[in-house]
């Protein structure tokens, strides 16, 4: 029978970090259940429209963005992201993964986020798909010291489960703050979910992919992207291997021709 401490500590890991009722009650007690059921029906009669975490996600992102304003380097954003603590996820996480790579970089790599790898080694794209991206930026010319890689969170969700709504929207500041202080000729968007976080749509890869697409940022400055698998796709999709390859080589004739 596992202690009080170590169920808690299971609950963290998985990402449960909310509790839905004022007290705790025992399901196998049919009069506790059904009394606090009803305090909760009550309580939830009453609960005003913006929630208290809805607040303070609203808060966090606010925060955030005023922050990440204060960095003019990458130094100084970084040490500015090792203080944040306006998101859940750093809590859970070993590692504060930062971007890695070239601060000159024409070409810019954005996945969703750390996994177990890069969570215990601090640094984007270390494991397996790491390793793959590699190879990929190697049938084009170029490597990874060429580039500047990033996720859209620094921080690795429990279980590598997929990061809310919440999560990317108190992150996101400061990877677009690493696409200002960097300007990249090109963004190279690795997966749906990097894609769509970053340009703020819905839209599914396969109707992104063969696209030049186009990255408003907050400046008023416009940068180009274009979106491809992410590699850990491509480990479980062989298949899908042929059409990276020709978003690879789309990648190599527009750093050609511009």
């Not at 963005?65 to 944040?84: P, Y």
Request: proline share 5%.
């Amino acid at each position: 029978m596992k202690n009080a401490t170590e169920i808690l500590n299971w609950y963290k890991l998985a990402g449960i970090d909310t509790i839905t009722a004022d007290e705790p009650y025992n399901a196998l007690q049919q009069d506790t259940h059904s009394e606090t059921t009803n305090k909760v029906t009550d309580a939830t009669a009453l609960r005003p429209a913006t929630t208290l975490l809805a607040q303070e996600n609203a808060t966090a992102c606010i925060n955030a963005k005023e922050e990440c304003a204060k960095a003019s380097t990458l130094s100084e954003l970084k040490n500015i992201l090792d203080r944040f603590e306006g998101c859940s996820l750093k809590f859970s996480a070993n590692s504060t993964v930062f971007g890695d790579g070239n601060p000159n970089a024409q070409v810019m790599l954005i996945g969703e986020a750390p996994g177990a790898d890069e969570d215990r080694m601090g640094k984007p794209f270390v494991g397996r798909s790491g390793q793959l991206l590699e190879k990929m930026l190697a049938s084009v010319g170029l490597n990874r010291k060429d580039c500047y890689i990033s996720n859209i969170l620094p921080w690795r969700p429990p279980g590598n489960r997929t990061p809310t709504d919440g999560e990317i929207a108190v992150c996101l500041p400061f990877l677009l703050r690493q696409i200002e202080l960097i300007e990249p000729k090109i963004i190279f968007l690795l997966g749906a979910s990097a894609a769509n976080a970053v340009l703020n749509n819905n839209a599914s890869i396969s109707s992104m992919r063969g696209k030049l697409l186009e990255l408003q940022l907050e400046n008023g400055k416009k940068i180009n992207a274009l979106a491809s698998f992410h590699p850990a796709y491509l480990l479980r999709s062989s298949a899908q291997k042929a059409k990276s390859w020709s978003d690879l080589l789309r990648l190599k004739r527009y750093l050609q021709e511009e």
